[in-house]
């Protein structure tokens, strides 16, 4: 094997940041941007929730419009009025969510615990199907924390609802706010 020099891994190194490369100031803004965001999320977790829900009905009922407006514009197509249907239900679960915001957050971690639950089911079938590997125990292993994860958020059902999702999302936050600044590090060692 060869060793690399100073070019040869720092051509590499834009080659595989691409168009990062060369915006690192902006990469580094938002990761900073979203830490601040995640840590505000963890310190008020129930108020994330509650702002979080109201986001996700803004979005629903910007969707649910543009929908309607899409399907209204497309006379002629065989499914404007599966469009049309799918317009109101979007704007009717916008405003459920800004009405009832509990019931909405109740209905949020019922979801993310199935997810968590059936992922780990799935990424135990596959860790058994690679047992072969000597690395398939941390399938075993991942699968195990995603049931764990799905059962102790059933277990504190409904109580976790008000603050499980913000607390989460806040935890997402972080993860991608410090990806983003390593990754503009990283980038602007580039441009030096």
């Not at 108020?47 to 399907?71: D, K, T």
């Not at 047992?131 to 764990?148: C, D, G, K, P």
């Not at 504190?156 to 990806?179: K, T, V």
């Amino acid at each position: 094997m060869t060793e690399l020099n100073a070019a040869q891994i720092n051509e590499m190194r834009s080659k595989v940041l691409g168009a990062a490369a060369k915006i690192p100031g902006a990469l580094i803004g938002l990761g900073i941007l979203f830490v601040v965001l995640g840590m505000i999320g963890i310190a008020g977790q129930t108020l994330f929730s509650f702002i979080s829900i109201n986001v996700l009905g803004i979005f629903l009922f910007a969707g649910g419009v543009l929908q309607g407006l899409h399907a209204l514009k497309s006379q002629g197509w065989k499914s404007v009025g599966v469009q049309l249907l799918l317009a109101v239900l979007y704007i009717a679960t916008a405003i459920f969510t800004w009405s009832f915001p509990i019931p909405a957050l109740e209905a949020i971690t019922l979801w993310l615990a199935a997810i968590f639950f059936v992922t780990g089911v799935l990424r135990l079938i596959s860790a058994f199907q690679h047992r072969h590997f000597s690395e398939w125990i941390w399938l075993v292993l991942s699968s195990a924390l995603s049931i764990l994860m799905g059962v102790l958020i059933m277990n504190s059902y409904p109580a976790s609802s008000l603050w499980l999702p913000g607390l989460l999302i806040a935890i997402e936050l972080l993860l991608q706010g410090w990806s983003l600044l390593f990754l503009g590090l990283a980038a602007r060692s580039l441009t030096k």
